[in-house]
């Protein structure tokens, strides 16, 4: 089982849209949360930290549920420029500083 | 800040050869990682690095594989002889201790024929 699971995708979506991402993590120790964005052929770039709380960044809304190992992603008002592949991350347990990557959900958004 | 530099941005060799990748982190970074990212596997982690010294190599593939970082800005990974299952995208991040958001290189697209 990998230690990090998405949704591959590809969500084809409409411009205005709202869309969801989720993911599942295995390691119960793991301490931090984040969703990176990664375009086509470029390098992964940090979108947001997901916080216990739940959080939110203009369209963007970060959720985590430890107890389930479960994060989410929802985008509202899809854009031409969302479409890209996000990459659900989680930092390790204590000492271990390196991220884990899920393999990555596709969106497109058309127009 | 330039961010981090990694080169060659594409590297085509034959089986059997010596390749080299280099990265040079961001300038106060002292954590940097080494990443290989496939479509059938996604983004693995390969070995990282604290203060230059080699933490976690548990995914380096096998002996073919080593990495180095002879001082804080730069790092090298190299594969000695390469095969044509190297071929992927490797990507070089640094981080510092006070922010755990990694920055990734543009990354080295490595073909090996």
């Known amino acids: 089982r990998k230690e990090v699971e998405q949704d591959p995708g590809p969500f084809n979506v409409p411009e205005g849209a709202t869309v969801a991402f989720n993911c599942t993590y295995s390691?119960?120790?793991?301490?931090?949360f984040f969703w990176y964005r990664q375009d086509c052929r470029k390098e992964p770039k940090l979108l947001m930290s997901?916080?216990?709380s739940g959080n939110e960044d203009g369209r963007f809304t970060a959720q985590l549920n430890r107890a389930s190992q479960y994060i989410s992603l929802l985008i509202r008002d899809s854009k031409l420029s969302d479409s890209a592949t996000y990459l659900c991350?989680?930092?390790?347990?204590?000492?271990?500083?390196?991220?884990?990557f899920g393999s990555g959900t596709r969106l497109q958004v058309q127009p | 800040d330039a961010g981090v530099i990694q080169s060659p941005r594409h590297e085509v060799t034959e089986m059997g050869q010596e390749v080299t990748l280099r990265c040079k982190p961001i300038?106060?970074?002292?954590?940097l990682f080494w990443y290989r990212q496939t479509m059938m596997r996604g983004l693995e982690l390969l070995i990282y690095?604290?203060?230059?010294?080699?933490?976690?190599d548990s995914g380096m593939p096998e002996d073919r594989f080593s990495a180095k970082m002879p001082n804080a800005s730069f790092s090298t990974l190299k594969i000695q002889p390469s095969e044509p299952r190297d071929s992927a995208v490797y990507f070089c991040?640094?981080?510092?201790?006070?922010?755990?958001?990694?920055?990734f290189g543009q990354g080295t697209r490595l073909t090996v024929v």
């Open positions: 991040a640094s981080s510092s201790t006070r922010n755990t958001e990694a920055f």
């Open positions: 390691n119960s120790a793991s301490q931090s």
């Open positions: 997901v916080y216990s």
């Open positions: 991350v989680v930092k390790g347990g204590t000492g271990r500083r390196a991220l884990t």
């Open positions: 300038s106060g970074h002292d954590y």
């Open positions: 690095f604290n203060n230059n010294v080699p933490i976690d």
